[in-house]
């Protein structure tokens, strides 16, 4: 998988040496962090690159005739670099050269947007893709962070085949799997353009694959393991600080200066409770101090010479940890004072809209949260839209209450947020109980509220069960020593695409039968198919969470398989909702 970091540093290098001299390279602020990832400097520096700069709205002083931006393929951001290049022409600077390097197409209506501005003959386009991006071990993302709102907020499908080309090149690596899983619209166009690619660019020449399964899945098969609140710590540090290409920033120290760390398992600490349950990183970390302090304690007593190699030998990694230690802390401090009032409440809600219980005590619990004003704009709609997919949606008169209390607590420029989340099925109107001759019935309306209903299973509840979704909760379920990927959120659910491959590797019903089971899949399966599945790619159309990563870390534990987690990016509840605004 460390080719796929070769794959992309050779790309970009190969557009930088194609322009000659020195040249300043100007990089769009949300694509810093995953170029970090596949190239460094001096690399940079051994094509010509003199000064880096980050793009802003004010200008700035470049120092060469070469300009070379290093932007995404959206109109916004090239409009704003076609200003910074027309800026410079009306102060005749017409002597520069303008390169731009668009991420990921050349597209026919950013060569239009140039020739409006009057700027195409002084501006050469090239177009690059970085490959996946790896980010810990066996865990992979395109780090395409709009995507998720260009495909399915938007219906933007031009992204699809730059999705299918990183498929196609991680099958060059890793060969063909023999055992072909695709659920939803999108995974099924891209599954086609693969298997395009393989017809025109060519195949694995490897006689057998590293890989025996391989499953494409569309984000909107499971919403609620986005919705949902994590409850391991990887989990909680994306949801409270946000982590970028693998890397979190937690304010510490006196100053409150951030500090930047890699969220992997490159580092002894955070490799130990980066998936563990939040109730378990606070003892591990007590742990920790304590043997840190014993050492610290012999180290007074020792010997010149043995103090001697103490400080050579031992010191720097002790000094080391300590600061590992002191920033995790920080971090899960942190963490609690922002959650840690509401965190308990917040999952009870949670459970039971997952299991279709207390209905009412979930709209009160969001009407107040929204009065109370105890939790942000995109929790409470994480809230609403969670109960509406556990409901099959809401009533008429539930949901226009709900919208009326967001609408007056957060303004009116929210009014089309609700029409977006319902066009993509997060937050619908349920067919109302009552038939159309009584709805007039102002009596009738009231009865149906005050009288109890039959308990009626919605098709989130019945889907929940037959995949066996819900852990089995007993007296002794430990989160902080976890059997089931339920630990993720508490015990209260399972991810889908865990469960998914949770069936198959354990095979007590045939593939046929496990495919049935999910909606819009699909099955492909050579002749020459392995009857055990051990090792997988698992690739998430829209975005894959922390919280199924670490329930598939753990299933590899349980079971002794290989999952190699790949995604478009690393997607949270908060990243979900901020899409449709």
Known sequence: LSALAQISQEKLLDILNKIPGRKDFIIEPSMIKPLERFVGVSKLRSCGVDKIYKLEKVDTPFTNTQRVFFINDDLITVKQVCDKINSEISQNNDGNSYHMILMSRKLGSIVHLLEEEGIFGYVSLHSFHWELIQLDNRVLSLEANNLYKNLFVEGDQSSLPRIARSIWTLQ?????????????????????????????????????SDVTCMLIL???????????????YASLLDEVFGINSGVVEVKSGKDGTPVSCMVNSSEEICSQIKSRHFSDVFPYLRTKTKELNVVHQKSQTMAIQEMKRYISQELPSVTNTKKKLAYHISACESIISQMGNRFEALQTAEKNMLEGRNKRESITYIEECLAMNVCDRYAVLRLICLLSITQDGLLQDELQRLKVQFLHMYGYQYLPLFYKLERSGLCIEQANLIT????????????????????????????????????????????????????VFSGSYIPIACQLVN?????????????????????????????????????????????????FQLLEKLTGANIIITGTSIINGNTLMKSFM
């Not at 149906?448 to 002794?476: E, W």
């Open 436 to 487: 159309t001759e009584v709805k007039g019935s102002h009596l009738a309306n009231k009865v149906v509220q005050a009288v109890p209903l039959p308990a009626r299973k919605s098709a989130f509840n019945y889907f929940a069960q037959k995949l066996k979704l819900f852990p089995y909760i007993s007296d002794d379920y430990e989160l902080r020593n976890p059997k089931d990927m339920g630990y």
């Open 172 to 208: 060059m690596l890793l060969g063909k799997p023999p055992v072909y899983i695709v659920q939803g619209k999108f995974s099924q166009k891209i599954e086609k353009m693969v298997e395009l690619l393989h017809e025109e660019l060519g195949t694995s020449d490897r006689l057998e």
């Open 218 to 232: 569309d984000r909107d098969l499971d919403y609620a393991s986005t919705l949902l609140t994590g409850g391991t």
């Open 503 to 551: 069936l198959l590797i354990k095979k007590e019903m045939p593939l046929e039968e496990i495919v049935k089971m999910i909606p819009q899949c699909t099955l492909t399966c050579e002749k020459q198919a392995p009857q055990v599945l051990r090792t997988f790619i698992v690739y998430f159309v829209g975005g894959v969470t922390y919280a199924e990563i670490c329930a």
